[in-house]
C-alpha cells in the first residue's frame, strides 16, 4: 500500500488475487455479489455512521451530513497514520483503501461511493498494519451511487483508458481523466494481489489503493469525479509483502 500525492477531503474523489488474505481481512472472492462482513447499521440525514479505533475515526455519512461519502480521520498525534478499507455494492472482490498521511485533526476520503458500503478503520505503521476496528455496512447514503462495472477484462481496460502501467509480476494500472476512473487488473495467473496505488488532485496527503482481490483477468474501478490523477503505479503483493512494484510516474 504506497507513498506521496492525493486528494482533501472536502472535494470528490474515491481509494489484488490473495490467495493468502491478512488476518482480519474479508475473504476474497469471484466476481459475484455475496454478503458483506460484519455489522449493519442505517444511516441518519444529519449524522455519518463511524467505526473507531484509538487514533482513527472512519466514517460513511449521507449526502446532507457533515461527513458525506467515506472518510478517515486522524484523531492522534502520534507516528502512526490511519486509513479506512471498504467494500463496495456486497462485492468482496474489490477492497478500496485511503491512507490519510496529513495529521491530527486532518480528514480525507471520498464521495464516489456504492449503494452499499462495508468499511473499517486502520492503523498503519509505515505500510504495515497494526491496528484495525470491526466492520460495519451502511445502506443508501448517496442519490448518485457508484455501480460496480462486472466482468471488465484487462483488455477491456485499455481500451477504455487513456493511460496504462503494468509491471512484471503481472498487475496494471489504467485510468482515464474525463469523470477520471482507476482500473486495478490483475493479468497473472498465481496467488498474488494486483494493486493500483495513486493520488489525486496533487495532494501528498492521501493515498487510494486498489487491491483486486477477484482472480486473473478481473479488474476493479474507482471514480474521481473531475479530479485529475497526479503520482500512480501498479503493484504486486503477496498478502502485505510487495512482489512487485513499478516507480511512481507522475501524470
Avoid at 72 to 90: C, F, K, Q, S, W
Avoid at 180 to 200: L, N, P, W
Wanted: contains cysteine.
Amino acid at each position: 500500500m504506497a507513498v506521496l500525492a492525493a486528494m482533501a477531503f472536502g472535494v470528490e474523489g474515491a481509494a489484488a488475487s490473495g490467495a493468502a488474505r491478512p488476518e482480519g481481512e474479508a475473504p476474497a472472492a469471484a466476481p459475484a455479489t455475496v454478503a458483506t462482513p460484519a455489522e449493519t447499521g442505517e444511516t441518519r440525514a444529519d449524522e455519518p455512521e463511524c467505526v473507531r479505533v484509538k487514533g482513527a475515526a472512519a466514517c460513511v455519512g449521507d449526502d446532507e451530513s457533515s461527513r458525506p461519502g467515506v472518510s478517515i480521520e486522524d484523531t492522534r498525534n502520534d507516528r502512526l497514520h490511519p486509513a479506512v478499507e471498504y467494500y463496495l455494492n456486497g462485492y468482496l472482490g474489490t477492497k478500496y483503501v485511503i491512507h490519510n498521511l496529513a495529521r491530527e485533526g486532518e480528514i480525507r476520503g471520498s464521495r464516489e461511493i456504492g449503494k452499499t458500503i462495508t468499511f473499517r478503520a486502520a492503523l498503519y505503521k509505515g505500510d504495515r498494519r497494526v491496528k484495525v476496528s470491526r466492520w460495519k455496512t451502511v445502506r443508501d447514503v448517496t442519490k448518485y451511487p457508484v455501480k460496480r462495472d462486472t466482468r471488465v477484462t484487462p483488455a477491456g481496460a485499455r481500451a477504455r483508458s487513456a493511460i496504462c502501467v503494468s509491471t512484471r509480476g503481472a498487475a496494471s494500472t489504467c485510468f482515464a481523466e474525463k469523470n477520471t476512473f482507476v482500473f486495478a487488473c490483475d493479468t497473472g495467473a498465481d496467488e498474488h494481489q494486483a494493486r493500483a496505488e495513486y493520488f489525486v488532485g496533487g495532494d501528498p496527503t492521501a493515498r487510494y489503493e486498489i487491491h483486486q482481490l477477484a482472480g486473473v483477468n478481473t479488474c476493479g474501478k474507482a471514480e474521481h469525479g473531475d479530479l485529475a490523477i497526479s503520482m500512480y503505479r501498479a503493484s504486486v503483493f503477496d498478502d502485505d509483502h510487495q512482489v512487485a512494484t513499478r516507480l511512481y510516474k507522475y501524470n
